[in-house]
């Protein structure tokens, strides 16, 4: 399995972007896609993530803000960041689960600037 994350970059405080992240390979139909994000020094925390039944789960910090949604081929993920604020800026990292297995994609810089 292989997670290919896009999106991010310099984003100005107030503004929206979007992320996007394509899983492909052996992926059991039955599985969460979620975004976390890690500040230098801070633990990976959750941003949001989506059930393949569409049930969605969202951190505090970006309720109301941030929206994340599936493609139609089900192995994309979007997030959808409106509203974005400096405390925002970190590196995304997409999450695909299903089973016992965990997989991560390699990292999205996202930074807003006030």
């Known amino acids: 399995v292989q997670l290919q994350a896009s999106g991010g970059g310099l984003v100005q405080a107030g503004d929206s972007t979007r992320l996007s992240c394509q899983a492909s390979?052996?992926?059991?139909?039955?599985?969460?896609m979620g975004w976390y994000r890690q500040t230098p020094g801070e633990q990976r925390e959750l941003v949001a993530s989506?059930?393949?039944?569409?049930?969605?789960n969202y951190g505090d910090s970006v309720k109301g803000r941030f929206t994340i949604s599936r493609g139609n081929d089900k192995n994309t993920v979007y997030l959808q960041m409106d509203n974005v604020k400096p405390e925002d800026t970190a590196v995304y990292y997409c999450?695909?689960?299903?089973?016992?297995?965990?997989?991560w994609g390699q990292g999205t810089q996202v930074t807003v600037s006030s």
């Open positions: 999450r695909l689960s299903f089973t016992r297995y965990l997989f």
């Open positions: 390979g052996k992926i059991f139909r039955i599985n969460v």
């Open positions: 989506i059930s393949s039944g569409g049930t969605t």
